[in-house]
């Protein structure tokens, strides 16, 4: 690879997910430092969770959940993909560093401050994307199984769930990182390494 080839990587978050949020900050960290572009891509605990027995406490936040990703995905629509990266930004900074549970209301702020047209707020509320939205839920899982969650990330034929991480992992320990799983993701018949979470997810 010469220097000005870079790699693109696929990235399927859920804008809910406090650990797709601390992975995605992870990416941007490698992009800067590695020679990848992450492009973004939709996924939906809500539609992998669809129809499952759950605790009621996890049935409230499915519900919850069901709101940004099917915005997320009109903006897809009427914007194109580019404009997921800085949607997404928008709505898990107030999400998570800032844990606001008003989610109309944070959708609303995060689609003025990506620049976006407020009135896709208003698609939270249907299933005018849901087709579209279980489309690119599956483009991501088929890639790994449907027994993992988000996020989930595709490089160069591999692709994985993760990394589970807290907190972020910055500079060179985000290249560190990115190396490794690298390493790990592309060797043949590797399926998973894995131990118990100890802490809770860190947005720092």
Same mark, same amino acid.
């Given at each position: 690879?010469?220097?000005?080839?870079?790699?693109?990587?696929?990235?399927? &978050?859920?804008?809910?997910?406090?650990? +797709?949020?601390?992975?995605?900050?992870?990416?941007?960290?490698?992009?800067?430092?590695?020679?990848?572009?992450?492009?973004?891509? $939709?996924?939906?605990?809500?539609?992998?969770?669809?129809?499952?027995?759950?605790? !009621?406490? =996890?049935? +409230? &936040?499915?519900?919850?959940?069901?709101?940004?990703?099917? $915005?997320? /995905?009109? +903006? !897809?629509?009427? =914007?194109?993909?580019? $404009?997921?990266? +800085?949607? =997404?930004? !928008?709505?898990?900074?107030?999400?998570?560093?800032?844990?606001? #549970?008003d989610t109309r209301q944070?959708?609303?702020?995060?689609?003025?401050?990506?620049?976006?047209?407020?009135?896709?707020?208003?698609?939270?509320?249907?299933?005018?994307?849901?087709?579209?939205?279980?489309?690119?839920?599956?483009?991501?899982?088929?890639?790994?199984? =449907?027994? @993992?969650?988000?996020?989930?990330?595709? @490089?160069?034929?591999?692709?994985?769930?993760?990394?589970? @991480?807290?907190?972020?992992?910055?500079? !060179?320990?985000?290249? #560190?990182?990115?190396d490794g799983v690298r390493?790990?993701?592309?060797?043949?018949?590797? &399926?998973?390494? #894995?131990?118990?979470?100890?802490?809770?997810? /860190? &947005?720092?």
């Amino acid at each position: 690879m010469t220097d000005t080839e870079r790699t693109p990587v696929d990235f399927w &978050f859920d804008p809910k997910c406090p650990w +797709a949020w601390i992975a995605s900050r992870w990416i941007l960290e490698v992009e800067r430092l590695r020679p990848i572009d992450v492009r973004w891509h $939709v996924m939906s605990l809500a539609v992998l969770n669809d129809g499952r027995d759950l605790p !009621e406490q =996890y049935v +409230a &936040f499915m519900k919850e959940a069901w709101g940004p990703v099917r $915005v997320a /995905i009109a +903006a !897809e629509k009427k =914007y194109g993909a580019e $404009v997921l990266g +800085a949607l =997404y930004t !928008e709505l898990g900074t107030r999400f998570h560093d800032e844990q606001r #549970k008003d989610t109309r209301q944070v959708i609303e702020e995060a689609l003025e401050a990506a620049g976006l047209d407020g009135a896709l707020a208003a698609a939270a509320d249907g299933d005018e994307y849901d087709e579209a939205l279980r489309a690119s839920h599956a483009d991501g899982m088929d890639r790994v199984g =449907y027994e @993992v969650g988000t996020p989930v990330i595709s @490089v160069e034929g591999a692709a994985f769930f993760g990394p589970v @991480v807290s907190p972020i992992p910055r500079g !060179e320990a985000a290249a #560190k990182l990115w190396d490794g799983v690298r390493l790990v993701a592309g060797t043949d018949g590797f &399926f998973e390494l #894995k131990r118990s979470r100890t802490r809770d997810p /860190i &947005f720092d």
